[in-house]
């Protein structure tokens, strides 16, 4: 029988959605114990279910669990056909809700994807406590009664790039995409002044923290590997239409690598670009391609191009796109 010990909070958790949930598949018995069901540990069965062990140490910590809709423990057994449930107490917020509609790409029960606006910091810091995706979404699920929902950014945009984010609505979701062997696969554009000459690059320079500054980045043997495969859209001798697909994760990698090339994004003046056509770096994360960590499906997402860069393209790009 199921352990029956559970803290008084339960009552209220299970009103909520749960974190996991997990029906104990059918097991043959071993011919050395014929007859008799096989018995697992709740560790045992969340662990088969591909959970981290750093996650399991927190469910054990703190996790609330149910066998078949009754109180139970982390020590419980549990035997085919069983349908285990666990809860982890609601995350207060630590950000302030702001009641800014963030555009959303693609939301299910367990992660959303945002189309970030330039300007905007992921999270609140020292110098801006109320103004980020972090409060945004916070207030979004609020309003939309996601009681169980959290901010667990999967990964980050720099304040003044635009593009998809994804935000992962709980802890277990988040770790998941850390267990996943497939990466997230994402693609870049941008506008970079100069004539662009090659159709296709692909760029392995290191990069590392630029000397005496706490922000910049340069190329540098000393640096961590850095790969960018480069291919050029349309071409001006104003300005080149780019889409990037990285390889690594370093920061600002693309600024970086398309300054050193010579041929740095539009309002990027932190690395040399022309601040005369945009006074925002032209750079947007346009697609993301992944596998979905829990429904184990292939996602392919994408967004449109900032409204910004309309009149640019317009005026020096439409006639001048290249065919492959």
Known sequence: MPDTTAPTEKKNIVNGEPLLTLVVAD???????????????????????????????????????????KAASWHSLVVPGDKVTIY??????????????????????????????????????STERFHTVANALIHYFEKT?????????????????????????????????????????KIYEALCDGFFPANFATIHWPIARKEESIIERTVSPDGKAAHTDITCVARHKRLSHVRFVLHTG?????????????????????????????????????GLQFVHPMTHTFMNVTAPLPTAWEPLISQYLEHNKISF
């Open 27 to 69: 097991s043959t018995p071993s011919p050395s114990n014929k007859g008799k069901t096989r018995r697992l540990s709740i560790n045992h069965l969340v662990r088969q279910a591909g959970v981290s062990q750093a996650m399991r140490r927190r469910l054990r910590t703190d996790g609330i669990v149910y066998v078949n809709q």
């Open 88 to 125: 982890l107490p609601k995350e207060e917020p630590t950000f302030i809700p702001w009641a800014y509609d963030i555009p959303i790409i693609y939301e299910d029960e367990h992660l959303l994807i945002i189309n970030k606006p330039t300007g905007l910091l992921m999270h609140p810091t």
């Open 145 to 185: 009664n996601q009681t169980q929902a959290a901010f667990h950014p999967v990964h980050r945009l720099d304040k003044d790039t635009s593009g998809l984010v994804i935000i992962a609505k709980n802890a277990l979701v988040q770790h998941s995409f850390t267990k996943t062997h497939a990466p997230i696969r």
């Open 250 to 286: 370093r920061t600002h990698q693309i600024r970086v690598h398309m300054s050193h090339l010579g041929f740095p994004l539009v309002g990027d003046d932190l690395y040399g670009g022309s601040l005369d056509l945009l006074e925002k770096q032209a750079l947007h994360a346009i």
